[in-house]
Structures are given as structure tokens and as C-alpha cells.
């Protein structure tokens, strides 16, 4: 089946400092490749995507890049802000079969920025 | 503001109860998905619904349960309930069945005491 292995957290860093969260998966086919933020009691919402390999979805200073050959879709950021704290899911979007894709994500990563 | 609205925001009732999440998706989209978010668990999908029928399941219990109706609102009914159903509960929406981006709703805290 699907999965999404992305780095255990918490992670605490320095405002300006760089950020790299690690995340891989496991598909059948070709599926698209999302990061949702969650910002503290709000619901999700969609950071970036990537809908084909070697494509490099990016957003508000954030990037990542879908990489077929090792299975990876890493979330970089140049220099985090405290206003980057949340927690960051990486997910999957796979076609399960009736005309259905179905998201399935990674356990979450939370970042803390401290000034 | 994602356009999903969810009600209620918090939910608190005891073991045994049955209680009734409510979200309305964003106008247009017809499409409703239904998420369980817990600590242990993370983000789980349930059960997802296309103008008015099931379409997809994940790992929903069979005390649980959903309906979308005509004016595409969606319902989970959660039954029976245990401590280990407490958790959030997001609704996410898209236009179509396939390929589409989904929208996430705020969410239904449901405290299981």
C-alpha cells in the first residue's frame, strides 16, 4: 500500500536558520506530492505541490523537489521565521481503484521558531 | 479561510454516547472526505462521498458512519462512542472525485470522557 515516512519531530530552530524536513514514500504508479502546514488549532492547509517528477513546488520561501529515483519529496526553507511555527505533513495523493485518489500522510513534523 | 465550514468546533460527551459532525463543503465542490486526526494514529483517512454516494473507504469503524445529501452537506455519525475516539475530526472537500486538490475545514475537537 501507500506510505509516507517524514522526520520525527519536534524540531526547534533559530529564526533565520535553514530548514530541511526529510520525507520519502511508497507508491504504486505515479502519484502527486503534497506538504500541508497546520498552524495551532486551525485545520490544514496546502503548502505546495508536485504533480510529476523533478517538478519543484515552492510557496511562500518554502521548496520541495519530487524525486522519482529515491523516492523523496524534502521541504526546504532558507531562513525560517517564528511565524513558520506549525506542523508540516508531507502527503501523498494515489488513485485507490472506483475513480478515487486518496491522500495519505505522513505523521507530522513540529517546527518551533524561537527568535 | 478554506471555504469548508465544520460544526461543532468542540464536541464533549461520554462513553456510550452517539453524537452528529456536520460540514458543509465549498460551494461547488461536490466531493466531502472525512479525516480522523490523533496523537497515536495521525492523520487517518475515513470515508469519502460524491454527490450522494460512498465513493471510498479507509479505515472508518463500523460504529461509525456518514451521509452526503442533496444539498452535498456531509454527515459522520459516530456511535458507541470510546475514550480512544477522542480526537480531531476534519472534513476536506474538492470539485471532483478525481485528481482535484481537497480543502480541509477547521475541524471537530470530540472529547470522549
Known amino acids: 500500500g501507500n506510505s509516507v515516512t517524514q522526520m520525527e519531530g519536534p524540531v526547534t530552530l533559530s529564526e533565520e536558520a535553514f530548514l530541511t524536513i526529510n520525507c520519502t514514500y511508497t507508491a504504486t504508479g505515479y502519484p502527486s506530492l503534497f506538504w500541508y502546514v497546520q498552524y495551532p488549532g486551525e485545520g490544514l492547509q496546502l503548502l505546495l505541490k508536485?504533480?510529476?517528477?523533478?517538478d519543484k513546488g515552492s510557496n511562500k520561501g518554502f521548496e520541495a523537489t519530487y524525486r522519482k529515483e529515491t523516492t523523496s519529496f524534502h521541504l526546504e526553507k532558507g531562513s525560517v521565521q517564528v511565524s513558520d511555527s506549525a506542523v508540516y505533513f508531507c502527503?501523498?495523493?494515489?488513485?485507490?481503484?472506483?475513480?478515487?485518489?486518496?491522500?495519505?500522510f505522513g505523521k507530522g513534523t513540529k517546527l518551533s521558531v524561537i527568535p | 479561510d478554506s471555504g469548508v465550514t465544520q460544526t461543532p468546533k468542540h464536541l464533549i460527551t461520554a462513553t456510550g454516547q452517539r453524537v452528529t459532525l456536520r460540514c458543509s463543503p465549498r460551494s461547488g465542490d461536490l466531493s466531502v472526505y472525512w479525516y480522523q486526526q490523533s496523537l497515536d494514529q495521525g492523520l487517518q483517512f475515513l470515508i469519502q462521498?460524491?454527490?450522494?454516494?460512498?465513493?471510498a473507504k479507509g479505515n472508518i469503524l463500523e460504529r461509525f458512519s456518514a451521509q452526503q445529501f442533496p444539498d452535498l452537506h456531509s454527515e459522520l455519525n459516530l456511535s458507541s462512542l470510546e475514550l480512544g475516539d477522542s480526537a480531531l475530526y476534519f472534513c476536506?472537500?474538492?470539485?471532483?472525485?478525481?485528481?482535484?486538490?481537497?480543502?480541509f475545514g477547521p475541524g471537530t475537537r470530540l472529547t470522549v470522557t
Open positions: 508536485a504533480t510529476k517528477a523533478d
Open positions: 462521498y460524491y454527490n450522494g454516494e460512498e465513493r
Open positions: 502527503a501523498l495523493r494515489a488513485y485507490s481503484g472506483a475513480g478515487s485518489y486518496q491522500l495519505t
Open positions: 476536506a472537500s474538492s470539485a471532483r472525485d478525481y485528481n482535484y486538490e481537497q480543502y
